[in-house]
C-alpha cells in the first residue's frame, strides 16, 4: 500500500469525491484509510449508566485506497505515488511533480 499515515489525500471516488484531508490511520490487510472529516456515518450510541443519556456521534469510517490519490505538494491535484532510490534509500514521489514525500 503505497499511502501512509500522516499523507494528505483527496477523494477520487463515492460521495464524498473532491474532499481531501490527512490519513489518521492506515488498514494495510484490508486496504482501506481512515481519513479525517471524510465518509463520516451517523451512529447511535446507547446509555451505558443509568442516568446517562443516549446520543447519536458523528464518526469517519474507512474508505477503500483504490479511492483515493495522494495530493501533490506543488499543484495541490491528485497524483500517483512513484518511488526512486537515492543513496540506497527508497523514497516515495508524487508522479505528477516528482516532488518528495517522505
Known sequence: MKIK???TVIVTSGKDRGKSGTV???FPKKNTVLIEGVNMVKKHQKARRSGSLGQIIEKPMPIRVANVSIKDPKGGKPSRVGYIIEGGKKIRIARKSKAKLD
Open 5 to 7: 499515515k500522516g499523507d
Open 24 to 26: 489518521v490511520r492506515a
